[in-house]
């Protein structure tokens, strides 16, 4: 029974911020590389933030400096803060649960994903 839950998402004007959650139940995200990716129609599904474990945490180069990953592994919740959002940002955000081990096959896991729109 996993699942990721996200919440947060809204319509925010530009320059604005939100701060995205996805709560996860059914795995320990400690043991996963959790992450947040976006979508806009006709697209392809990419990257925008993700912290793999015991890794440095990477960024698209288009939120590096305005958007944050963190997580709490108490809550078994991970967050993304959006500051100073553009029009550009305007997608479709999911979250994500991947787990790869040498021996095992990989595991992965979606949000449903909530919208994030940046409109004036």
């Known amino acids: 029974q996993v699942q990721l839950v996200e919440s947060g998402g809204g319509l925010v004007q530009p320059g604005g911020s939100l701060r995205l959650s996805c709560q996860a139940s059914g795995i320990p995200i400690t043991f996963y590389k959790m992450g947040w990716y976006r979508q806009v129609p006709g697209k392809q599904r990419e990257l925008v933030a993700d912290m793999p474990v015991g890794r440095a945490i990477n960024y698209a180069n288009s939120v590096k400096g305005r958007f944050t990953i963190s997580r709490d592994n108490v809550k078994n919740t991970v967050y993304l803060q959006m500051n100073s959002l553009k029009p550009e940002d305007t997608a479709v955000y999911y979250c994500?649960?991947?787990?790869?081990?040498?021996?095992?096959?990989?595991?992965?896991?979606w949000g449903q994903g909530t919208q994030v729109t940046v409109s004036s």
């Open positions: 994500n649960a991947d787990q790869s081990l040498p021996l095992t096959s990989p595991k992965t896991y």
